[in-house]
Structures are given as C-alpha cells and as structure tokens.
C-alpha cells in the first residue's frame, strides 16, 4: 500500500530525487560513506524515520551491511562516489554471485571533471567487469523512478543493480513529481549455503548461474521502456546515455536518438534496429568509450569519438564538436578560485610545524591534502584513502633513515588507516603517523564518524577512543596535543621521529566550521615588518600582499587564529587575544 502524499511537485537534487524514490520504493535499510557527490544521497534517506540509515565506516562495510539487509529480507541501499565503489569492489563482485532476496539498489556516483576527487574513473565498466545490470538517469526525474524500477529489477531477476549517477545528475535540481511510500514486508532469511556460502563448489554453480541471469537481463533490456528510441531525423542517429542525452537533444534536437537508460547490458537488437534505420551512428558520452566499444563490438558501423574527449567533463558546447569528429580543445583552469584551508583551520597549524622541521610527509585524502599546494607545500604524497599510514611505511622501508611521517585525519583514519597502523606494527616499521582529529569529516561537508560520538541523526552513539584504538594496535607512544600548542607540537615531533619505534600524534581541535568562534583578529605594526614573507608562507586566505609588499589583513575572512602572529620572527602581527580576552583560551 502506498502511503503519503501523492502527485506532488517538488524541487529536488538528482541525489535527493535518488533518495525520494528509493524511500518512496519502500528501501528499510541504506548505508553510506561520505563522498562528493553522493553525499546528500543518505543525508535525505536519514531524515525519513522509517529509513534504518547510517555512516558506515567505510564502503566495503557499508555494502555489506546492505546486501546483509537484502539477503535478510528487506529493500536495501549503499550509496558512494566512484572511488568507495572501489573500496567495497570485494563484496561487489561476488554479490553477483550471491544475489539478493529483497532489492539492493548500489548507487555510485562519478565525477568527471573531477570536482572533488582523486581520479575521474568511469565506473560503467565495473557493471560489465561485475556482471551487474547498470540504470543510468539523465535528470533528477530520471534519478527518482529508475531508482524504483532498480527494485524492480533486482527483486525479479535476483541481484544486485548500479545506479549512476554523474555530478551534473546528482547535484541539478529539477521539479519531481513525488508519490507516497510503498511499504514492502520482509521476507524471511531462508537459510541457503548454496547460495549464501560462496565456497568453490557453490561459487562455480552461482557463476552459471550469473551468466543465465545475464542473458535474461540482456532480454529485459530490449523491450524495457527505460531504452528507448525517439526518431526523428535520420541522417543523424545518436547513441546516448546519461546526462549527455540532456546536451546531446539541446544540440541537434532534430536528430534520431536511442537513449540508453540502462548501458549495461546493452540491448542488442534495439541497436541495430537504430543502426539501420540513421545514415550516421554517432555514440555521445562523457569519459570512456564504454557504449562506443560496446556498439562495435557488435560489428555495428559506429563513428569513431576522438580519444582526447574520453579526459575531461563533458559540457552541452562540446557536442557539435563530437558530432564533427574535432579533438577536445585545450582548455585551462584559468580564473577559478585555488581551494586552500580555511581561515583557523587546525590543520595549519600542524603542517607548518611539519614544514620547519623538513619532514617529507606521507599524506591522505582529507582537508589536509590542501597543505601539498605551494606555499605551504608540506604533504608530499596522496593517493588513496589509507594511504597515508601505509606510505610512510613504504617509504621508510625504500630510504631507511630518512624522516618520514603519516598524516592521516579521523575520519580516515577509521575509514582504511586502522589496518595499515596494525601492519606497521606487525611488520615492526618504525615512524611518526600524526591523525588530525577535528572532530568531524570536513571535506564532504562536515559529516559524523565513529570518532566524533554522534550518528548520521545526530543522536549521541559510543564514542571510538582514538587513542586507546592506537595503543590495542600495539603503538606504545601516543600523544594528544592540541595543534594551536605549537611548541608542544614540535617539541614532540622531534622526540618521536628520534626515538626508534612507532608512535602516533593525535592533533585535536574542532574544524572552525564546527565551533565558529572568531577570536579577536590580529594587529598588524607596518613599522615592524620587514616584507621578509614568512606570514604568508602559511597559505592563509586571510593574508595577501599589497603592490608594496606589505601585508594586508583581510578582516571578514580572518578569525583570530594567531598562527600569523607566532610565525612572523619580527613581532609585526600582535596577538589581541590577551588585552581584549585576558588569556589565550
Ligand atoms: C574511497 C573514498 N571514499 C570517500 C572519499 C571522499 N572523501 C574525501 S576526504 C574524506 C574524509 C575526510 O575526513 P577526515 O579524514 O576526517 O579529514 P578532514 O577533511 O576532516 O580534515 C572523504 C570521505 C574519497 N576520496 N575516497
């Protein structure tokens, strides 16, 4: 029985749209991990209190939460940005094999152009790499009923189904006409070990399996409506999925069009039905020539995209550019805006220590990856997430002797650090691995974790102890210094990375965003600076130079941090922390 209001117009994000329809679909159980641009995906299913949503602590736990949820009986959700689909690719693979009992809807979402990412993966091909029916929305409205019809889908043929969205999808905003939610009973857990227990013998059987199931797919791709052909012109037909659809119809809105809601598997017949009825075949997508390989692997005549489009987001101009066979032109940043740290982020605090002393840093994926950009230039390597205690490993173990140091943040440091400090000290690496803890997940949006004591609703949850974490892994020195300390920072940092052994420094204070407290700003003594630079060596937004080379103190965007004031060597930024508030508090 569907419950709710009915035909309503609402103006929603792709990810909102995403999170509506899988409510509306009945979906019990959703877990996530931050990430750009999947992140509102949980944040709206958590405000719907028949929804069991949660930060998972990292993406393979998240899926495996949620297939568990669907194998037990009831509609399931993960939700993650294309590099957490990497994370949890152990269960994704064989979840194909496993199957489903209730639905399991897997969202990723991609970011092409790279916004806010470490590479700009096309994350279609892990639906062909793991077998999985792939749904691919154009638009929010798109978002909203594919993410029903996923349900659908996974419930009739047994298996897990991607949804894709890329972050054009995820974060337009369009009007969505939203229904009441389905309430879907559980089914019983039925035990299984055939099916449930992937052995080698069970395994070898779901594979055949898995590969009938495909063929089944492949068949419903054909007739569903969620590929369609829209004729029109036919000296031009275009192949196209996702967002490029939207682009691709602006540009040539007289052409043919087969639209591909679902890219994999690829709906054989229908492509050729098109392929035969347009004079030119012309595949528009952004990234990978996934449709494009798929579509000649047929041995269907389709035009040949020029490989410099498959780097780069596409944009509605691109498209004539595609339909004409040109080369991406080259295109630069120029005129965006370099993220930096934020005014009185902690964060800073620790990495000047880190830059003074000329420790090479092992980094991670956080706030703190800001630090490798010039001036500051003080994390030297960035990969994954995780990577930041692992490095330092790997790099000590290449040059002996040299001073390394892991930074790791809290939040990842729970997401994939734990296991690579347990591998340090069993495999007896010696070295310093700070964790920035600021008591939130800053990057994404200021997210809760097992680190900070709250859950994705906000209600207060146990508390990971980061610090009693770091001794039962076996690191016999941990300290907890508050990073504004900078004496006590350095002076420890010096200790540690003589002393032979592992140890880790948790740094402590809130995000600024979090507590929003400004300080009383600094008093800047033109008299007293010498233009030697130093100030702005620490890549603050609120500090600049003037045409004379004097400093100029931006008062909006300056909180009061004082790092400036302890770092310039001529007295020239005063602390007015001590005559207005009688102490530094
Ligand atoms: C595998 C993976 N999942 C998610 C993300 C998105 N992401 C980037 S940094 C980050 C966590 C940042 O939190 P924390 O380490 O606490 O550092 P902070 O930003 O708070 O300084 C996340 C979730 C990612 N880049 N890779």
Redesign the pocket.
């Known amino acids: 029985m569907a419950r709710g209001k009915t035909g309503k117009k609402e103006l929603l994000s792709g990810n909102a749209a995403l999170a509506r329809g899988a409510y509306e679909a009945g979906v019990k159980v959703a877990c996530a991990?931050?990430?750009?641009p999947s992140t509102e995906i949980l944040e709206t299913l958590a405000g719907f209190p028949e929804v069991d949503a949660q930060w998972s602590v990292?993406?393979k736990v998240a899926l495996e939460v949620a297939l568990g949820a669907a194998v037990g009986g009831v509609r399931s959700l993960y939700a993650?940005?294309h590099?957490?689909l990497?994370?949890a690719m152990d269960p994704l693979m064989t979840s194909a094999y496993v199957g489903v009992s209730a639905g399991l809807v897997v969202v990723v979402c991609d970011d092409p152009g790279m916004h806010s990412?470490?590479n700009e993966q096309d994350t279609r091909w892990v639906a062909l790499y793991g077998k999985l029916p792939l749904l691919e929305p154009s638009s929010p409205a798109e978002a909203h009923l594919f993410v029903q019809e996923a349900y659908r889908i996974s419930e009739r043929y047994d298996t897990p189904v991607l949804v894709r969205l890329t972050t054009r999808v995820a974060h337009a905003k369009e009007d969505v006409t939203t229904g009441g939610r389905r309430e879907v009973a559980p089914k019983s857990f039925n035990i299984d070990a055939a099916k449930y227990v992937m052995v080698p013998r069970n395994g070898m059987r779901r594979h055949a399996v898995l590969e009938q199931r495909l063929e089944k797919l492949r068949r419903y791709a054909e007739q569903t409506a969620v590929n369609r052909i829209e004729e029109g012109d036919n000296t031009l037909g275009i192949v196209v999925s996702g967002v490029a659809y939207l682009y691709a119809r602006e540009a040539y809105p007289d052409a043919s069009f087969l639209k591909l809601g679902m890219p994999h598997p690829l709906p054989e017949r229908l492509l050729r039905d098109f392929a035969g009825r347009v004079e030119r075949l012309v595949v528009i997508e952004e990234l990978d020539p996934f449709l494009e390989e798929g579509v000649r692997a047929m041995g269907l005549d389709v035009e040949r995209r020029h490989v410099s489009w498959r780097v780069g987001e596409l944009r509605p101009e691109d498209i004539p550019l595609i339909v004409k066979r040109r080369p991406r032109p080259r295109r630069d940043r120029a005129g965006a805006r370099r993220p930096v740290m934020c005014a009185g982020c902690p964060?800073r605090f620790v990495f000047w220590i880190l830059r003074k002393n000329k420790v090479t840093v092992a980094g991670?994926?956080?706030?703190?990856t800001l630090a490798a950009a010039p001036p500051l230039a003080a994390l030297h390597t960035c990969v994954?997430?995780g990577a930041g205690v692992t490095f330092q490993e790997g790099l000590r173990r290449a040059q002996p002797g040299e001073r390394f140091v892991g930074v790791?943040?809290?939040?990842?440091?729970v997401?994939s650090g734990i296991t690579g400090l347990i591998n340090a000290v069993y495999n007896r690496i010696d070295g310093v691995i700070l964790i920035?803890d600021?008591a939130?997940?800053?990057?994404?949006g200021m997210q809760d974790?097992p680190a900070t004591g709250t859950n994705i609703r906000g209600e207060p949850t146990r508390r990971l102890d980061l610090e009693e974490l770091c001794r039962a892994c076996g690191v016999e020195s941990v300290d907890v210094i508050d990073p504004e300390d900078l004496e006590s920072l350095e002076e420890t940092l010096k200790r540690r990375l003589d002393e032979k052994g592992l140890s880790v420094i948790i740094t402590r204070r809130p995000?600024w965003q979090l507590v929003r407290t400004r300080r009383p700003i600094p008093e800047y003594l033109r008299e007293k600076c010498r233009k030697c630079g130093i100030c702005l060596q620490i890549d603050c937004p609120a500090l600049s130079e003037d045409e004379e080379g004097f400093i100029k103190l931006d008062e909006d965007i300056c909180v009061g941090c004082d790092l400036c004031v302890k770092v310039c060597p001529f007295d020239a930024l005063v602390s007015r922390w001590k005559e207005e508030a009688g102490e530094h508090s």
């Open positions: 991990y931050p990430g750009t990292n993406e993650s940005k590099v957490g990497n994370v990412s470490q964060h991670d994926i956080g706030c703190y994954c997430m790791v943040g809290d939040s990842t440091f997401h920035l600021n939130t997940t800053a990057m994404t974790n995000c």
